[in-house]
């Protein structure tokens, strides 16, 4: 089945940093989003890509949709300790089994204030 | 504004026990999730629903059940339950396909 790799598997930052993530696969994706989950929640939407070469924007953090439609990436500038928590990156294709997004095992961020 | 319920939040059953996981949501999404989540793992899609009436299969649907009678409840039922469906759960809704709302997750175990 289609697979996501997300890396890297977890970073140990300190506070003030810029921090970079990405998402890869074999296959096409429609859409990606990230996903940021703190511990004991359930995860939140943080942006959503709909367009090949799309760079969004939502604070601090910003993504873009790779042009080839198979990667993504999540950058988030000046880190603060708020920012701990698992990043994950979902990948949706219309027209394949409907409502299935895929997911990355997750990127794990430490901040050290 | 409660967004995705689920209940409960932690549960202990034994093998062979059965349990329904509730899950309910009030926006008026259609498409309804039901996802678990291993350590060190990402999330993996055990049934989804587009509608009421209307369920399918995800990428794990063995042990569960799911019904989805109305647009607010997708309830997700373990028959037969087994140690390696011991997870945390987590049912989603969206109003348009990916962009998923997340409970707070239940927590299953199985000894």
């Known amino acids: 089945g289609q697979q996501l790799n997300q890396s890297p598997q977890s970073m140990f930052i300190q506070e003030g940093e810029d921090v970079s993530m990405n998402c890869t696969s074999s296959?096409?994706?429609?859409?990606w989003l990230w996903y940021k989950q703190e511990p004991g929640e359930g995860p939140v939407l943080l942006i959503a890509?709909?367009?090949?070469?799309e760079l969004t924007s939502n604070g601090r953090l910003t993504a873009q949709f790779g042009i080839t439609r198979k990667d993504s990436f999540l950058n988030i500038s000046a880190s603060i300790p708020s920012d701990v928590g698992i990043y994950f990156c979902?990948?949706?294709?219309?027209?394949?089994?409907?409502?299935?997004?895929?997911f990355g095992k997750g990127t794990k961020l430490s901040v050290k204030p | 504004n409660a967004g995705v319920t689920q209940t409960p939040k932690f549960r202990i059953l034994k093998i062979g026990q059965s349990m329904t996981l509730q899950c309910a949501q009030d926006m008026n999404h259609n498409y309804m999730y039901w996802y678990r989540q291993d350590p060190g793992m990402g999330l993996k899609l055990i049934y989804y629903s587009v509608g009421a009436g209307i369920t399918d299969k995800g990428e794990v649907p063995n042990g569960y059940n799911v019904s989805r009678s109305t647009t607010e409840d997708f309830p997700l039922r373990l028959e037969l339950a087994a140690p390696s469906q011991t997870s945390v759960y987590f049912c989603?809704?969206?109003?348009?396909?990916?962009?998923?709302?997340f409970g707070q997750g239940t927590r299953l175990t199985v000894v």
């Open positions: 989603a809704s969206s109003l348009l396909e990916g962009e998923a709302f």
């Open positions: 296959s096409i994706f429609n859409t």
């Open positions: 890509l709909y367009k090949a070469g």
């Open positions: 979902a990948g949706l294709n219309y027209g394949g089994s409907q409502g299935n997004l895929i």
